[in-house]
């Protein structure tokens, strides 16, 4: 494949997934304006505390099948041989079921503890009438979400990519629909069983699109599965360990913000995360969509990988860079209509946050390839060390500067990772990156911080026109390099021709 190719199957993959996890982004920002208009900051809190020690506990016992299963799967199907896919698919839904059932019981188990550690002693009177049996309900969400991750493994691994779009749009969709009267009429009480409808028709929708997945009957035993997942589970053991420590890490800052704060403030910083996230969660999503498992079948050849990290790297800088440059400049504007007024504290904490962007985008490109080539102890040091840099640089930052050090924080983890995995690759790999990425990541990094320093210097209303000049420029120069890789006129002229 020549390199115009090369760019254009990146972009290719970018649009047809990207179309789809665009509207799923638009759901995702409307969940939130209900979940604040409703809710309120307290609501909104409540909900993020809810949803951390199952995410917890998920971490720990799903041993990563979802994500190894993708590795598995892609390999299986490079092999072209029928019956070793088969094989393999029947081993990634036996395991995550049977991890998904551990999940489960060790939620029921820890249910009163979980509880405790959640609320204390704190007395919400009429607003919230829960108790630690909400965790007992929500415990069959471990196993929902265990089962849908192994069938959208196969998806993936399969390179489904409009049916894995399509799962979570839809799954997003209709959980919008379902969980909307239930916080209008019960509020804060309707969080446990929306939750838990959230999590069935993900199930539901994953279940629908892998069964269209063709792939040859196989009679296996469930002592071979077991033996055939071992492999899977050894790789997902460790990202499985890696995950749980940043999973731990997150968690315990939304404890340290409610028990040295309180529920408020960790409704801020959710909304703010979680406004930053759906907007570069297209080109994320998009990189562990596709790049994931077509690098997993470079893993054998240096020179195709590290020419498919720099064209990754590429797009998703000339992609993400304007996005972050229109949604710092008009984050007060951006605040107001996705949540309330009442949300407006978080702006200072966001611009930074949108800042370190940049650097966790590359970042994320080049962790892809470490887990590729199966180096999973390499990865999950730089995770572990970066996991506690999110602690300790976070706890540190609220407490010289509040929710803005949060945010601080975060441009600070992501440089330092982001130079750690640098090093590792050119060590390990050779890898280095090119003179043309060096330049266009230079170029947009400049605007990006060119902008947010109109921001924290001359504040609104000036950002306003100084950003939108910026953004026309980034964007500009986003347009010229995509059509210098991939040749947009041609591309245009021959759509227009088969019409």
């Not at 069964?211 to 460790?238: C, T, W």
Request: some cysteine; overall charge positive; aromatic content about 14%.
């Amino acid at each position: 494949m020549d390199t115009k190719n090369a760019y254009r199957q990146v972009v290719k993959s970018f649009g047809l997934f990207g179309g789809v996890q665009f509207f799923d982004v638009i759901i995702g920002l409307v969940r939130i304006k209900v979940l604040a208009e409703l809710l309120g900051t307290v609501g909104v809190g409540l909900h993020n505390l809810m949803q951390q020690p199952l995410s917890l506990i998920g971490t720990a016992t799903g041993l990563g099948i979802n994500f190894a299963g993708v590795r598995n799967i892609a390999a299986s199907q490079g092999e072209n041989d029928g019956e070793k896919i088969g094989r393999t698919a029947v081993a990634v839904k036996r395991w995550a079921c049977l991890t998904g059932i551990a999940g489960m019981l060790a939620v029921i188990l820890l249910s009163p503890l979980l509880y405790r550690l959640t609320f204390g002693k704190e007395d919400f009177g009429n607003d919230y009438s829960g108790d630690y049996k909400d965790f007992i309900f929500l415990s069959v969400i471990l196993l929902f979400t265990a089962v849908s991750g192994g069938q959208t493994a196969i998806l993936r691994g399969s390179r489904r990519l409009k049916e894995t779009a399509k799962t979570g749009l839809l799954g997003s969709l209709f959980s919008l629909i379902l969980t909307v009267p239930l916080y209008f009429f019960y509020g804060i009480n309707g969080i446990v069983p929306g939750l838990i409808i959230v999590s069935a028709v993900h199930l539901f929708f994953s279940w629908y699109y892998s069964k269209k997945v063709k792939i040859a009957p196989v009679r296996v035993s469930y002592r071979q599965s077991f033996y055939d997942g071992l492999d899977m589970a050894g790789l997902g053991f460790l990202l499985s360990v890696s995950n749980l420590i940043g999973t731990l890490a997150t968690y315990l800052v939304v404890l340290f913000l409610n028990l040295y704060s309180d529920k408020s403030e960790v409704g801020l910083y959710t909304a703010g995360a979680n406004m930053t996230y759906r907007y570069v969660g297209l080109v994320f999503t998009a990189i562990s969509i596709d790049y994931f498992p077509r690098l997993a079948g470079l893993q054998s050849d240096r020179k195709k990988t590290a020419e498919a990290v720099n064209q990754q790297s590429e797009i998703a800088i000339l992609i993400v860079a304007p996005l972050m440059i229109l949604y710092t400049s008009f984050l007060p504007l951006i605040v107001k209509v996705l949540n309330t007024s009442e949300f407006l504290p978080v702006v200072d904490f966001i611009r930074w946050f949108i800042l370190g962007m940049l650097f966790r985008t590359v970042s994320w490109t080049l962790g892809y390839a470490v887990l590729a080539r199966g180096d999973k102890k390499i990865y999950f040091r730089v995770e572990t060390v970066s996991n506690v840099l999110f602690l300790a640089f976070n706890t540190g930052g609220y407490l010289l500067f509040g929710l803005e050090g949060m945010g601080i924080a975060f441009v600070a983890v992501y440089l330092v990772y982001f130079v750690m995995m640098l090093v590792i690759l050119r060590k390990k790999y050779g890898f280095v990156f090119c003179k043309t990425f060096n330049q266009l990541f230079g170029f947009q990094f400049s605007m990006c911080l060119l902008c947010f320093l109109i921001v924290y210097f001359k504040g609104y209303p000036y950002a306003y026109a100084g950003g939108t000049v910026l953004f026309a420029v980034s964007a500009v120069y986003s347009v010229g390099k995509l059509n210098e890789r991939i040749d947009m006129k041609e591309i245009i002229r021959t759509k227009i021709l088969k019409r």
